[in-house]
């Protein structure tokens, strides 16, 4: 059995900063990609960024040169540094992570989500 947990969120002001945490365990072999997205409310869920096994990343363009994905592969657990927050930022933020477990299964996995609110 695979868990996402995530950490971090909060409420901040606009222009601050907050850094988000996803811990993956479980019966895991290999984690591949991992990734964020986020959901605001009455919004379809969004790619936020993602980061390869061998730290190459993706951002939205929404977020790009604000946020920054990073990963500790011996801890399997990845990050997201928020800075310049901004109140569209708003939503709830998601982990996720395609991995193979101790069954050679590969799948895709999703943490509960974390809420993030900006706003003064």
């Known amino acids: 059995q695979v868990q996402l947990v995530e950490s971090g969120g909060g409420l901040v002001q606009p222009g601050g900063s907050l850094r988000l945490s996803c811990a993956a365990s479980?019966?895991?072999?290999?984690?591949?990609?991992m990734g964020w997205y986020r959901q605001a409310p009455g919004a379809q869920r969004e790619l936020v960024a993602t980061?390869?096994?061998?730290?190459?990343?993706n951002y939205a363009d929404s977020v790009k040169g604000r946020f920054t994905i990073s990963r500790d592969n011996v801890k399997n657990e990845e990050y997201l540094q928020m800075n310049n927050l901004k109140p569209q930022d708003t939503a709830v933020y998601y982990c996720?992570?395609?991995?193979?477990?101790?069954?050679?299964?590969?799948?895709?996995?999703w943490g509960q989500g974390t809420q993030v609110t900006v706003s003064s």
């Open positions: 980061i390869s096994s061998s730290g190459s990343t």
């Open positions: 996720n992570a395609d991995l193979w477990d101790n069954y050679m299964l590969l799948r895709n996995y």
């Open positions: 479980g019966s895991i072999f290999r984690v591949n990609t």
